[in-house]
T-cell receptor, first 115, second 113 residues
Framework: DGGITQSPKYLFRKEGQNVTLSCEQN?????MYWYRQDPGQGLRLIYY???????QKGDIAEGYSVSREKKESFPLTVTSAQKNPTAFYLC??????????????FGPGTRLTVL | AQKVTQAQTEISVVEKEDVTLDCVYE???????LFWYKQPPSGELVFLIR??????QNEISGRYSWNFQKSTSSFNFTITASQVVDSAVYFC??????????FGKGTKLSVIP
């Protein structure tokens, strides 16, 4: 089945540690996105990538890093510089990005808790 | 920049009742797209509908219908004969010529059996 997978579903981190969240898609989509969701809030964009080896910061990129070495993969690293990383992280992809309003499709999410 | 307001934080209805979720958007662009997503308790956002600013026709899909009114900048979502499986958080979002979707804060719908 085509879709977006995220792993792990739950992740626990000690303060001061970096952690990497995985996102893989087999939809052959060019664009991929990372969002953060806090309780009672909408989604906020962390990073997005329109093409392999290229990515741009979203509204809340501080304390996060990404890479896009393969079209199907867009991992997110939450660094120790992120002051309040406990949240639900959602990965999405769309056929194109930029000046196109292609529908974004979402993965099942990763819930990160800092202990 | 766009802004999306979902004034209803939580709504509870009894099964089989109709319910309307409100969405008001703000954008200076003449070309824009509006979306609705459903987030069940499992967490994954499920795409429901995408509508562009030039198409004001209402849309119906089974028990779901959407009312787009440019005059009031609203894109409301109605569920007819609600079911327990409709219980979820529903998000309205707007795209207007940039790289990102702007989401509202969501409306939590609880359908009571």
């Amino acid at each position: 089945d085509g879709g977006i997978t995220q792993s792990p579903k739950y992740l626990f981190r000690k303060e001061g540690q970096n952690v990497t969240l995985s996102c893989e898609q087999n939809l052959n989509h060019d664009a991929m996105y990372w969002y953060r969701q806090d309780p009672g809030q909408g989604l906020r964009l962390i990073y997005y990538s329109q093409i392999v080896n290229d990515f741009q910061k979203g509204d809340i990129a501080e304390g996060y890093s990404v890479s896009r070495e393969k079209k199907e993969s867009f991992p997110l690293t939450v660094t120790s510089a992120q002051k309040n990383p406990t949240a639900f992280y959602l990965c999405a992809s769309s056929r194109k990005a930029g000046d196109s309003a292609d529908t974004q499709y979402f993965g099942p999410g990763t819930r990160l808790t800092v202990l | 920049a766009q802004k999306v307001t979902q004034a209803q934080t939580e709504i509870s209805v009894v099964e089989k009742e109709d319910v309307t979720l409100d969405c008001v958007y703000e954008t200076r662009d003449t070309t824009y797209y509006l979306f609705w997503y459903k987030q069940p308790p499992s967490g994954e956002l499920v795409f429901l509908i995408r509508r562009n600013s030039f198409d004001e026709q209402n849309e119906i899909s089974g028990r779901y219908s959407w009312n787009f009114q440019k005059s009031t900048s609203s894109f409301n979502f109605t569920i007819t004969a609600s079911q327990v499986v409709d219980s979820a958080v529903y998000f309205c979002a707007c795209w207007a010529g940039s790289y990102q979707l702007t989401f509202g804060k969501g409306t939590k719908l609880s359908v009571i059996p």
